[in-house]
């Protein structure tokens, strides 16, 4: 199944594969998600949340020190890799550019201890 997802200014668009919308939300800067309108049981699924946060990591956090903030054994880092937080020495989440096989940009949204892979598809 193909799902589309619009990302305009302060939320994004869900969209099927026909071009229903089954999800609009705004996006605050701490990850939190306004819900401005959702088909039938999308809201309750849990999918705005997940959305809004891989969203806010990929696009809008970023680390407090240039190219890595560290706390503790924390560390969170914007590099020409991408983003990624560890815990030690274990990848928390990441976030970086890639390119497809077609050749069409790619965003990557990765938390391998969840087993979530998320690929957003730059379409024009």
Do not use: H
């Not at 890639?98 to 024009?124: A, C, D, H, M, T």
């Amino acid at each position: 199944n193909t799902l589309a997802l619009r990302i305009d200014g302060e939320g994004y668009t869900l969209l099927d594969a026909s071009g229903i919308t089954l999800l609009r939300a705004d996006i605050m800067q701490d990850g939190g998600y306004d819900i401005l309108s959702s088909v039938g049981a999308v809201e309750k699924t849990g999918l705005p949340e997940y959305l809004s946060l891989w969203l806010t990591r990929m696009f809008l956090l970023y680390p407090a020190e240039q190219p890595c903030s560290y706390k503790l054994i924390s560390s969170f880092c914007n590099d020409e890799r991408g983003k990624t937080t560890r815990v030690g020495p274990f990848l928390n989440w990441a976030a970086r550019s890639e390119e497809s096989e077609s050749g069409r940009k790619l965003r990557v949204y990765e938390q391998p201890f969840w087993g979530v892979k998320l690929n957003l598809e730059l379409i024009r």
